[in-house]
């Protein structure tokens, strides 16, 4: 509803949430008064015991624990991310595995593939090249060039170079680690590479949850596969693992949101849908880690690096007035 604020400019929305205990006739009349608002212009407004609150985003110092508390994690942490071979999600595991030594279980849709990309293109970095280079190979070989297919093609090789360029460093710091190709939306898949996970190393102390994938295109023009691909890699991947973690051995918990989940950004009803539904499942989970342990969402702005694991990037339409393409989760 956020997101549409920003496509349906001619029209008004507002998210009141009346909670359970309220009948039907005084949530009839706080949304009468609620619409048209007076003064600011909340967009969500809920009311419980009698009051009524708003949302807004305040600075947060630190992180979700109290000042001058340290958490550290155990030496030789056994470390699982999701989305972890790409952008900012490898990034982390990268750090957090240096630091204290860990061990890291990789979890991604799409993995290194020895010879995927073409030894004819393997020197042309840029994109625009990486286009020209493509297009003549194809001819070359006889094949059909149609613009989407070689899209997705350039896209694939520079999902391959990202992967392989993690790895790269991976190696370089001395990290030991495994990739497990898997799509996080897949229960019995997620179910029997988390088992083998605990089989393997007995035990998980940190989850990071980064996959998403972002599509932008205006709500009218969204089908419902797209929708779906992009709300279903966030939320049933952290479904998926709230039912298969041992919770109360976890030291710590990241669900890699975005602050779209707040504010909305034009072209992505499906991921700010995404990411608010992600928000609402690390409050419930967070009491079922043991005292020491912690559940934290990030709400990435985007920009510096804050593209995550498995998103396609394919920006769809473009949008105007947002930078489209750049995965924020």
Known sequence: MKALRSEWVDGGIRMVDCGEELDWEECGRLLLKEWPGEGADWMEVVYRGGRRTTWRPENAEGGPWNEG???RLPQGAVIVATGGLRGITAEAALRLARSYDGRLHLLSRTVWQEGRVPRELKHLK??????????????GMGRTVEPGMIEREVQEIGKQREIRE???????????????????????AMKRVLAEIYAQEGRID?????????????LGNKTEEVFDRVYETKVKGARWLEENLRWAELNCVVLFSSVSAYVGNRGQTDYAAANACLNALGGGVAREIRGSGVVAGLEWLGGGGGRSGDGDGDGGEEIEGFGGGDDRS
């Open 126 to 139: 840029d994109a625009v090249e990486l286009r020209r280079g493509l297009i003549e190979l194809w001819r």
């Open 166 to 188: 993690s790895m790269d460093r991976l190696e370089k710091a001395g990290v030991k680690y495994c990739c497990h190709q898997v799509d996080v939306r897949d229960e019995k």
């Open 69 to 71: 508390e340290s958490r």
């Open 206 to 218: 940190v989850v990071l949850h980064g996959a998403g994938v972002i599509e932008d295109k205006l």
